[in-house]
């Protein structure tokens, strides 16, 4: 825990800061579209979910086990925010950047997992975890956030007196029977090379 509380000020800066680091040092290389996403997800969703059962606060998707860079999308409990999705009563969500101008208009995005959230948790906009948990911009005008246990995908919308509102009506998606084949037998190569490097399989 910390004790000493910085002005929201420096808190904002270090968040917009450590976004740019993430864009800037590791990439955002795999951009999917709603439909590839809610593809994806379909084989995602049991990950997702144990992220947001872990506690993890956020936590960002490689674009592929062999290659540098992170997909578009991000797992986030924002505990602070409280219920996220009204059916099931999660917390967490995956959301979809789709506005890719990722290092600018900042200051017009809002960034989740809330500061409220990380603050609960006590951890500190200057620590390694915060670091390793960071907070991502939304647009709420463009991106979009899924819910793993409801396999639904969703708006965001914005309000001037409540913020950023997680839109509960379900926006259809398409599942590309091609991808989703695909992404199943990636999944089951990239799980066979994990158990081969933690030495299970001879």
Same mark, same amino acid.
């Given at each position: 825990?910390?004790?000493?509380?910085?002005?929201?000020?420096?808190?904002?800066?270090?968040?917009? !800061?450590?976004?740019? !680091?993430?864009?800037?040092?590791?990439?955002?290389?795999?951009?999917?579209?709603?439909?590839?996403?809610?593809?994806?997800?379909?084989?995602?969703?049991?990950?997702?979910? +144990?992220?947001?059962?872990?506690?993890? $606060?956020?936590?960002?998707?490689?674009a592929s086990?062999?290659?540098?860079?992170?997909?578009?999308?991000?797992?986030? !409990?924002?505990?602070?925010?409280?219920?996220?999705?009204?059916?099931?009563? +999660?917390?967490?969500?995956?959301?979809? $950047? *789709?506005?890719?101008?990722? $290092? !600018?208009?900042?200051?017009?995005?809002?960034?989740?997992?809330?500061?409220? +959230?990380? =603050?609960?948790?006590?951890? +500190?906009?200057?620590?390694?975890?915060?670091?390793?948990?960071?907070?991502?911009?939304?647009?709420?005008?463009?991106?979009?956030? =899924?819910?793993?246990?409801?396999?639904?995908?969703?708006?965001?919308?914005?309000?001037?007196?409540?913020? *950023?509102?997680?839109?509960?009506?379900?926006?259809?998606?398409?599942?590309?029977?091609?991808?989703?084949?695909?992404k199943k037998?990636?999944?089951?190569q990239s799980?066979?090379?994990?158990? $081969?490097?933690?030495?299970?399989?001879?």
């Open positions: 825990m910390y004790n000493i509380q910085p002005n929201y000020k420096q808190i904002y800066e270090e968040i917009m !800061n450590t976004w740019k !680091n993430v864009v800037i040092n590791d990439g955002i290389t795999l951009i999917l579209d709603p439909n590839e996403f809610y593809t994806d997800m379909q084989i995602e969703r049991v990950r997702a979910i +144990s992220i947001i059962e872990s506690g993890i $606060l956020c936590n960002p998707t490689r086990l062999f290659e540098p860079g992170i997909a578009n999308y991000f797992v986030i !409990n924002d505990i602070a925010q409280g219920i996220v999705c009204e059916k099931c009563g +999660s917390t967490g969500a995956v959301v979809l $950047l *789709l506005d890719k101008d990722y $290092l !600018n208009n900042l200051e017009n995005k809002v960034f989740v997992p809330s500061y409220e +959230s990380y =603050y609960v948790r006590g951890v +500190s906009p200057w620590s390694l975890d915060f670091k390793k948990m960071f907070p991502v911009p939304v647009n709420p005008e463009t991106d979009y956030w =899924y819910c793993p246990y409801c396999n639904e995908l969703h708006r965001f919308s914005y309000d001037e007196d409540f913020g *950023l509102c997680y839109e509960q009506k379900v926006v259809k998606a398409k599942i590309d029977k091609e991808r989703y084949e695909k037998k990636t999944a089951m799980s066979l090379f994990i158990n $081969l490097a933690k030495g299970i399989i001879f």
